[in-house]
């Protein structure tokens, strides 16, 4: 069987003649097959190019000739352009063409058009065809190999048909990063409209209705210099990392993404000053659309309570997390309840009792319980960890469920957000606080008593996000100084 390529530019007079050429063989010859391929003037030059680098040929006009060796694999054999197109049927089949120059033109004119209409088609078809925007930044993360599916099954976003996934990462390579296209394709769920790899920072976010960050300081190959680094100038180094690419992130939400988006801020490290820069340079936005996630801490001290009260870890709730989401927190029992707990009283499922009226040992409490959350917490915390790429995937699917409307509006949450003079906390940092979700909006939980003993701790907490967060102002005040002189 002879299957012929024919490409050309599409207002070329001398590609329209061998179309008809073509056209005739295949009327002519039952086992002749033949493929066309019309490309718009302003891109054959480039496409031409692109061809033929990719298959070690030389060639300069349209049209171009090849023929596919369909029989025998490889790449396809060159013919050349039109004149050894026609050579090759007169010594061949025997066929020629007698067509005008006017001829010629009249159907080119006619190609472009035909062209310019089809083209247009796909763009009011395509325009129909309105997919949620989806941005994952660092998505070669290890999270992403439980995220990408928990996203695109609609278990957290039932109510989406069709998903286009966006996938960043500043630190990644394009291969892996294509790879990973690959893999999420073959995953071939219904909801997956595309995926779209970029390296282009200011496009990743245009139109992006959810972004999730997970970037922490990029890794650095500076080398020796590092070696003699005493533990403030590490903090310094990784701050004045977090703060560049966070500043940068936060001015493209500004310029591109949906003024709904929502914005979630999951990084192992700095996520409260993270999602502080990106509210900085985001003026445009509303400062509730951007959250850092602290709802992993709240399952983790979940998961000791448990373990302390012999009963599953979905049994204890309303545990708040109260602090910097990556560092320094504070974990509140004051409102936690346990369900299915064998001790002096019990009852059926749905009912509960306040935690600190079942553990009755405050040392343990005072102690013991938040040395055993930290200690989970580190055990967490190496990235190469699946166990913490599971956890962390959890509290962000736990938000962005919530955040879409899938929980009882009764439901306490521990969220990053930014402080507006709730709980006499300083204005302009962000701070994890209880907060409810209702009708896809959060709102901070006012229903908690801060005594003397727990404001004196929410205000250390909070002095040490605002030094954090001057750090970074600092070296970026140092850097534009630099670049001005």
């Not at 309105?130 to 996203?151: D, Q, V």
């Not at 039932?158 to 990973?180: A, F, K, N, R, T």
Request: with cysteine; aromatic share 8%; charged share 30%.
């Amino acid at each position: 069987m002879a299957k012929f390529v024919l490409a050309g530019r599409t207002d070329c007079p001398v590609y329209a003649k061998a179309e008809l050429l073509a056209d005739r063989l295949e009327c002519c010859l039952p086992n002749f097959q033949i493929h066309k391929m019309s490309i718009l003037p302003d891109e054959w030059k480039q496409w031409l190019e692109a061809t033929c680098r990719k298959n070690g040929w030389k060639h300069k006009d349209s049209p171009l000739v090849w023929r596919e060796l369909v029989d025998q694999g490889g790449k396809g054999m060159l013919l050349g352009g039109f004149s050894e197109f026609l050579e090759h049927c007169q010594d061949y089949y025997d066929i020629t063409s007698d067509m005008s120059e006017e001829e010629m033109r009249s159907i080119a004119a006619e190609n472009l058009e035909a062209k310019m209409t089809f083209l247009e088609e796909q763009r009011q078809r395509a325009s129909l065809i309105n997919p949620l925007h989806m941005l994952i930044g660092s998505a070669l993360s290890p999270k992403c190999l439980f995220l990408i599916p928990n996203l695109l099954s609609g278990e957290a976003l039932p109510s989406v048909s069709l998903i286009s996934l966006h996938l960043l990462d500043l630190d990644g390579s394009e291969e892996d990063l294509q790879q990973l296209k690959r893999d999420t394709e073959e995953l071939a769920f219904p909801r997956l409209h595309q995926v779209i790899v970029h390296s282009d920072v200011q496009r990743a976010f245009q139109k992006a209705d959810i972004v999730i960050l997970l970037d922490d300081a990029p890794s650095d190959s500076s080398g020796p210099e590092e070696e003699d680094e005493d533990e403030e100038d590490v903090e310094k180094r990784k701050v004045r990392r977090i703060s560049e690419r966070y500043r940068e992130y936060g001015r493209m939400i500004d310029e591109g993404a949906s003024k709904e988006v929502k914005v979630i801020v999951a990084p192992d490290s700095y996520a409260n000053l993270a999602c502080s820069l990106l509210l900085e340079n985001a003026p445009t936005v509303d400062s509730s659309r951007f959250v850092a996630v602290s709802t992993q801490l709240e399952n983790e001290a979940r998961a000791v309570l448990a373990k302390k009260l012999d009963v599953k870890t979905s049994d204890v709730t309303d545990v708040i997390v109260w602090g910097n989401v990556s560092s320094s927190f504070y974990v509140d029992l004051q409102r936690a309840k346990v369900y299915n707990c064998d001790g002096a009283i019990s009852g059926p499922s749905f009912f509960s009792q306040p935690v600190l009226k079942i553990i009755h040992e405050r040392e343990w409490l005072e102690t013991d319980f938040p040395d055993l959350v930290r200690s989970q917490r580190a055990t967490l915390a190496s990235k190469t960890s699946r166990a913490a790429a599971m956890s962390s995937t959890n509290g962000i699917l736990t938000i962005l469920k919530a955040w879409n409307g899938l929980c009882h509006p009764d439901e306490v949450f521990s969220l990053g957000v930014m402080c507006s003079g709730h709980f006499d906390l300083p204005e302009g940092i962000v701070f994890s606080v209880p907060v409810t979700f209702k009708d896809g909006e959060w709102s901070v939980f006012k229903r908690v008593t801060v005594k003397e003993e727990l404001e004196d701790r929410l205000q250390l907490l909070a002095s040490e996000i605002a030094e954090e967060k001057e750090l970074a102002s600092e070296d970026t005040k140092r850097t534009e100084d630099t670049e001005d002189s």
